[in-house]
């Protein structure tokens, strides 16, 4: 059985695409927001978003590479410039798009009101996050222990950062915290470290076979630094052992 054939104008009257794209949704101001409108906002957003991923990484990789800056510092300037790109850009597609930001100066104050008030603690997070990058008491690569995490931080974001611990263990830390709480910073001014490692022999053990095994076992190891020394300590008189402390 074949239908019969609608008539075109009758389409279009039952579904006016147009129409419904150029539809106001909400006005502000003298800004009225349609679907098409905010399709466009929408497209302009991810492209932001792949234009900054593509050109972070061309700055890291070409660029700032070339550099002899140390990682926590190329990390930082591409975190940075990301950013700025992204305000930057987003700034453009409003103006591009037809939106009067001054229309919208009431609104966002009444939101930054708002968001004072509810989300402080993100706030302040993301105002830490800006406060590590600029000032860089930690840096990408550095061992560090605050609020009982210790670990090698590992990618800082403008709201937390990520310290790997030495079980491979990743904890988030809030960017507020590395900011008002006392950090401890094994690798801020120089690379190295020295770890301290307990090592419990028998009672009858003699110590100073001991530190002959500690300390060649220590040298053998690819990741010991020759300077300065490994040094073996003696530490207490355990309850079933002799305690000694290994330090590289």
């Known amino acids: 059985m074949i239908l019969p054939a609608l008539p075109v104008a009758y389409v279009l009257a039952e579904f006016d695409l147009t129409s419904w794209l150029d539809f106001p949704l909400v006005k502000m101001g003298n800004a009225a927001f349609t679907p098409l409108l905010l399709l466009k906002i929408m497209g302009w957003v991810i492209g932001l978003v792949v234009c900054n991923s593509l050109l972070r990484r061309l700055v890291i990789q070409r ?8 990682p ?3 990390f930082a300037i591409s975190r940075i410039f990301g950013y700025l790109f992204l305000i930057l850009g987003t700034y453009i597609a409003l103006l591009v798009n ?3 930001l001054s229309s919208l100066a009431v609104i966002a104050g009444a939101l930054g009101i708002g968001l004072g008030f509810g989300l402080q603690n993100i706030v302040s997070n993301f105002v830490s996050g800006i406060i590590l990058l600029a000032e860089r ?3 990408i690569g550095d061992r560090i222990e605050v609020a009982g995490v210790a670990g090698q931080v590992k990618q800082i974001n403008l709201r937390s950062t990520t310290v790997v611990t030495n079980d491979n263990i990743s904890i988030i ?14 690798s801020h001014s ?5 770890l301290r490692l307990p090592v419990g022999v028998a009672y009858g053990t003699d110590p100073e076979k001991v530190r002959k095994v500690l300390t060649d076992v220590a040298n053998n190891h690819p990741d010991i630094l020759k300077e300065p020394a490994t040094a073996v300590f003696f530490d207490s008189f355990g309850d079933s052992s002799l305690n000694f402390e290994l330090a590289v």
């Open 63 to 70: 660029l700032l590479a070339r550099t002899r800056f140390d």
């Open 72 to 74: 926590g510092l190329r």
């Open 190 to 194: 120089d690379p190295r470290v020295r």
């Open 98 to 100: 037809g939106i009067d």
């Open 173 to 186: 830390v809030p960017n507020s915290d590395l900011v008002t709480s006392t950090v401890t910073n094994w």
């Open 137 to 139: 008491p930690v840096s």
